[in-house]
């Protein structure tokens, strides 16, 4: 009885080690999203980052990292330049020009934020 009662213990502690994991994960990449939205570089680099390698419990999107290098290049991130060429290899020109439409739609959401007007 007793280690029935010490198999759901040590059970239970690893769900709330994993909804502590989850929970910092939703808030590292809700920072990361608000810095990115405030025009940092980096933060929009480390999204590719994460959105390529689908690590950190985000999936893999070779959309969205496409999106997020290329935004970090256009801020002048010259690392996400390099990364937005190795992603754009596996990926072809309709996921292309889709990753660039969505980009185009984040620098128009985001523009009013960042002190420059919508176009």
């Known amino acids: 009885m007793s280690q029935a009662w010490i ?3 040590a ?14 994960v939703d808030q590292m990449v809700a920072a990361c ?7 940092d570089s980096d933060a929009l680099f480390d999204l590719g980052v994460v959105t390529s390698t689908g690590s950190h ?8 990292a496409h999106k997020w290098f290329n935004l ?5 991130h010259e690392e996400a330049a390099l990364c937005r060429a190795d ?5 072809t ?3 292309i020009a889709e990753a660039q439409r ?15 007007h919508a176009a």
């Open 7 to 9: 198999k759901l213990v």
């Open 11 to 24: 059970d239970h502690e690893a769900i709330d080690q994993a909804t502590i994991a989850a929970q910092t």
């Open 33 to 39: 999203l608000a810095a990115a939205a405030a025009g």
């Open 57 to 64: 419990g985000v999936e893999c999107d070779l959309i969205e």
């Open 72 to 76: 970090a290049a256009v801020r002048g």
């Open 87 to 91: 992603v754009a290899e596996d990926m």
């Open 93 to 95: 020109a309709r996921e």
């Open 102 to 116: 969505r980009a185009r739609e984040w620098l128009r959401a985001t523009a009013p934020r960042n002190g420059r």
